[in-house]
């Protein structure tokens, strides 16, 4: 199925944007996670490497293709889809009003998340183009 998405360019496209939805959902996950338990935001160093390796899954696993630029469009798109995700978070999870300590988690967990998001595609990618620098080696 992935496959048949990476054929073309917009495919690779469409791809980055689900894959930018879905850092969006994770860090408004990160975010309410946060709000409930706050240890998390107390091992954020821990967080930001579970995170990074979370992200570099996909962006390892996705884009093995000639596509290597859709890369540059998730790390555009990836705080559009958090922008999203914090706007119908805001509409289904509403905070009581007020409370700036919500604010200034929602500030830490956004930052933790589009750091994480930065790191796992450039993991992700550098782990891609090791591969393919080994493979063309060997052949």
């Known amino acids: 199925m992935i496959k048949k998405w990476n054929s073309t360019f917009f495919g690779t496209l469409g791809l980055t944007l689900l894959l930018s939805f879905l850092h969006g959902a994770g860090g408004e996950l990160l975010f309410l996670s946060a709000y409930k338990y706050p240890a998390i935001v107390e091992n954020s160093g821990l967080?930001?490497?579970?995170?990074?390796?979370?992200?570099?899954?996909?962006?390892?696993?996705c884009f093995r293709t000639k596509y290597w630029a859709a890369l540059a469009f998730l790390l555009v798109l990836s705080p559009l889809g958090s922008l999203l995700f914090i706007f119908i978070g805001g509409l289904f999870f509403p905070v009581a009003e007020g409370d700036l300590g919500a604010g200034i988690l929602g500030f830490i967990t956004t930052g933790i998340n589009l750091v994480s998001v930065v790191l796992g595609?450039?993991?992700?990618?550098?782990?891609?183009?090791m591969l393919h620098s080994r493979r063309m080696l060997n052949s």
């Open 47 to 61: 967080a930001l490497a579970a995170l990074s390796i979370l992200y570099a899954l996909p962006v390892y696993a």
């Open 121 to 129: 595609t450039l993991l992700g990618g550098l782990t891609n183009l």
